[in-house]
């Protein structure tokens, strides 16, 4: 008996809810660690659609494409969150909004 | 002759050396030392002269030339026509010349030892002397015109640095000498110009400049016969492989003979042609003018009387024995020229009896000792030019030879007055007014002044004894070496007027003789003046005789002036043990067309008669005392007065060229430096022509050109970004937000854009 099989385009809506969740949550969160959150949440959203294609093709390519994301996830937040932190150091804050030296 | 030919570079050698040993070790040796290298520099150069003079006979007396080693293929001009090669000839005439100037030049040296004893510059002294010799031989050896000009320029540089040698003396005597430095330096140029243009036109005419070329014989008649050459011979007396040139290849006076022999030879410049004949006479009149200049003959005899402002030997060696000859050695070397042009010849006898007259007239009215012998010089080298104008090419050269002994020994003489008579004056000086001591007198003493002096036979007996045989010889008497020599010209003379009609023979025949009575009469009234008498001054009176540095060279000499003669005996006249015309067929294995002469029995007589009877007439005017009471010449007293004056102004000679040459020029050059230069040039064509010009178009091009358009464009464009810069910097509002959103909208253009033809594929469907 073959378990039920969910049909791809469920994990594709769900991929996209979670990659306009993720982008919403950049454009409109100031604080920076939820920035950061919602970014992992863009950056988990397109891996849920590569395992989902990787599964539909029977295409491993996808699958390791995956383990790439999640490693350099894993390195982008150790950088993220030292810069997070050097940044409050200096300006005691880590609301976005007060980083506007770039100002034109 | 080869081997012993080749030893004449070292005769040129040998006192350039010397000179550059005392140039830059001067300073280190003392005066023995300086004096006994130049010295002996000369005299090695004697030496080796003589080693080669005798080793002509053995060789046949046949000239050579020398490649010398080294200098040849570093002085070579090679040009598209032009070949001149540093070559030297070793002949006959230039080993006489080389003697005269080693041998007489080695007595000056040693002489100016004792003379410049303690002057502050003796090492220098040494130096230019021994420089002089250097370039007076390389004069007499050259084989070409411009060999030969190297020298004559480098002696005129010498002549130059040692007549204003003693620039710095007190009472402005310096600037005196300086001065007279100068007048000769710039009357040898306008001379040096006819020289250089008679170079020119040898070059043009014959495309060399060579005498001979090596191995060539000398052309014309030799001994009346004709000269064949075998190729063996050519082979034979070749130096330095030169042997590829053939003997139809000759130097100028080989190519003017064969020209002349074929006749109606026309030579080109350009738009005009001219005969060869009148080409040579042309030649040869411009040599005359270097002649004259060197020479110091009528017109450019002016610069010799003031050239004696230098040390007395300079005046012997240069400006009495050596480098004034070397327009009789010009003329002597030319004489194929000078043969085949009749009228320069004439003229060249003219310019040298008048110049023998008038200088001996102008000698009478001076009472410098040397500015006498000065006029005496230009007036036997008058004698000379005469003689070799009238084809008496030895007749010069043997008065050439012995003028430099019997003047070179009055010059010495005449310096050793001098030295002594300066002696005299410190040392009366010194014992006279001691307060005088420390501060300069008033009036400076001229211790060349012959009415200063008198009495001083007694004092100097040495220099007395060989000054009067100087004076003898120069006065022509028998048998003194004078008497032979100008008797012999005065014989060519006479020849060129009896027996060959030449007009002008006769003219330098009277001329020449009452020179020669001139000559007579103020030598011995320099003797009067100088050596007979009392003392007229306390110099005078204390004036001691010279070391033997100086009386040794005026005693050899005094014996030259003795026997010179023996030199050249006339054919008639029987000296046991000494043959006749030695120089004479000596001189004409170099020289063509030089005849011997039969000696003229009712010519010496006259001529002798005249000069003792000018000597009786000056002893019997200037004695007991020289002076009249007043401290005139006793002419004054008489009734020629006008013409002593004439003489003592020098017949205003020099007045004359100031009047005619010096003040228009000096007034042309100030109008040119005042109107044209400074005022026209400066002041106009600078000022208003270059200046104002170019400050108008630097004003157009800075204001209008560079302000007005170039800046304000880019003035103009600076504010264009300015601008559009302050409009874009609104984009960069700081916000990470509006960053990310706009590359979210950027990010779903690039989707859009990618998934474009997918779309356009499913509406297409």
Request: charged share 15%; net charge neutral.
């Amino acid at each position: 008996m073959q378990p039920p099989t969910v049909p791809v385009e469920n994990f594709i809506i769900l991929s996209a809810v979670l990659f306009i969740m993720g982008i919403l949550g950049v454009l409109v969160r100031r604080n920076a660690i939820m920035i950061f959150m919602s970014v992992e949440l863009m950056l988990n959203a397109s891996n849920l659609a590569l395992v989902a294609f990787a599964r539909q093709w029977g295409d491993m390519g996808g699958q390791m494409t995956v383990f790439f994301v999640i490693s350099i996830a894993a390195a982008e937040v150790a950088v993220g969150l030292a810069l997070i932190v050097a940044i409050f150091k200096t300006k005691k804050t880590i609301d976005i909004d007060e980083l506007n030296t770039l100002k034109g | 002759m080869e081997n012993f030919a080749s030893l004449v570079p070292l005769v040129i050698l040998i006192p350039f050396t010397g000179s550059l040993i005392n140039l830059f070790l001067g300073r280190y040796l003392n005066e023995r030392m300086i004096g006994t290298v130049a010295s002996g520099a000369a005299g090695i150069a004697f030496v080796i002269a003589a080693t080669m003079t005798f080793a002509m006979p053995r060789f046949g007396y046949e000239g050579v030339v020398v490649n010398p080693p080294i200098l040849d293929s570093w002085l070579y001009i090679p040009s598209a026509a032009l070949n001149i090669p540093w070559q030297l000839r070793v002949d006959t005439l230039s080993l006489t010349m080389m003697l005269v100037v080693t041998g007489v030049g080695t007595l000056i040296h040693i002489y100016a030892i004792g003379y410049m004893h303690g002057d502050s510059r003796f090492a220098r002294f040494f130096v230019y002397l021994n420089l002089f010799l250097g370039f007076m031989l390389i004069l007499v050896t050259g084989n070409n015109l411009l060999v030969t000009f190297v020298g004559w320029e480098g002696v005129g540089l010498c002549s130059f640095l040692l007549i204003g040698f003693w620039f710095d003396k007190k009472h402005g005597v310096g600037w005196k000498n300086s001065n007279a430095a100068r007048k000769a330096f710039i009357v040898n140029r306008v001379g040096d110009f006819g020289f250089l243009m008679a170079i020119f036109l040898t070059f043009w005419t014959f495309g060399t400049l060579d005498y001979y070329k090596p191995g060539e014989h000398i052309p014309g008649p030799v001994h009346g016969e004709t000269v064949t050459i075998e190729p063996g011979a050519v082979a034979s007396s070749d130096t330095h492989g030169a042997s590829t040139e053939t003997v139809t290849d000759k130097g100028i006076f080989g190519k003017a003979e064969d020209l002349l022999a074929e006749g109606g030879h026309i030579v080109h410049f350009g738009p005009f042609s001219l005969s060869l004949e009148a080409v040579l006479t042309i030649i040869t009149l411009f040599m005359i003018l270097g002649v004259t200049g060197k020479s110091a003959q009528i017109p450019l005899f002016v610069w010799l009387p003031d050239a004696m402002a230098g040390p007395t030997p300079v005046s012997a060696l240069i400006h009495a024995a050596t480098m004034v000859t070397a327009g009789i050695y010009l003329i002597t070397r030319n004489s194929v020229f000078f043969h085949a042009a009749p009228l320069s010849s004439a003229v060249v006898t003219l310019v040298g009896a008048v110049t023998a007259l008038i200088a001996g007239f102008i000698a009478v009215g001076q009472w410098d000792i040397k500015r006498v012998l000065a006029y005496s010089t230009v007036s036997q080298l008058g004698f000379m030019v005469a003689a070799v104008g009238l084809g008496g090419y030895a007749a010069g050269m043997f008065h050439l030879v012995t003028h430099a002994f019997f003047k070179a020994l009055l010059f010495l003489g005449s310096g050793s007055v001098i030295h002594a008579v300066e002696h005299g004056h410190h040392h009366a000086h010194a014992h006279g007014d001691h307060g005088d001591q420390g501060h300069e007198e008033e009036t400076p003493f001229d211790p060349q002044d012959m009415r200063n002096m008198g009495g001083l036979a007694r004092k100097m007996p040495i220099t007395f004894w060989t000054y009067l045989i100087g004076t003898l010889a120069l006065a022509g008497i028998i048998p003194l070496a004078g008497f032979w020599s100008k008797d012999e010209i005065l014989g060519k003379a006479f020849n060129g007027g009896f027996n060959d009609g030449k007009i002008e023979g006769f003219i330098a025949l009277g001329l020449l003789i009452v020179a020669a009575a001139f000559t007579a009469f103020y030598m011995w009234r320099q003797i009067r003046l100088v050596f007979l008498g009392k003392p007229r001054t306390a110099a005078a009176e204390h004036a001691p005789e010279n070391g033997a540095l100086m009386t040794f060279p005026l005693v050899v000499l005094a014996v030259l002036s003795v026997l010179g003669g023996l030199l050249n005996i006339p054919l008639g006249v029987n000296i046991p043990l000494v043959p006749n015309e030695i120089l004479t067929l000596w001189l004409e294995h170099s020289v063509p067309y030089t005849k011997g002469l039969e000696f003229n029995f009712l010519l010496a007589v006259t001529a002798t008669v005249i000069a003792v009877a000018a000597i009786f007439v000056a002893d019997r005017l200037y004695s007991p005392e020289p002076l009249t009471k007043t401290g005139k010449d006793k002419l004054e007293a008489t009734g020629l007065r006008a013409y002593f004056r004439l003489a003592n102004a020098k017949l205003y000679w020099d007045e004359t060229y100031f009047r005619l040459l010096e003040n228009p020029y000096n007034r042309l050059s100030k109008w040119l430096a005042n109107v044209v230069d400074w005022d026209w040039w400066h002041d106009r064509f600078h000022n208003n022509v270059i200046r104002d010009t170019f400050n108008r178009l630097a004003g157009f091009l800075a204001n209008p050109v560079d302000r007005g358009a170039i800046d304000k464009a880019f003035l103009r464009l600076g504010d264009a970004v300015a601008a559009i810069g302050g409009r874009l910097r609104g984009l960069q509002t700081g916000y990470i937000r509006t960053y990310v959103f706009t590359m979210l909208v950027g990010a779903l253009i690039v989707i859009f854009l990618i998934l474009l033809p997918l779309l356009r594929q499913a509406v297409g469907r």
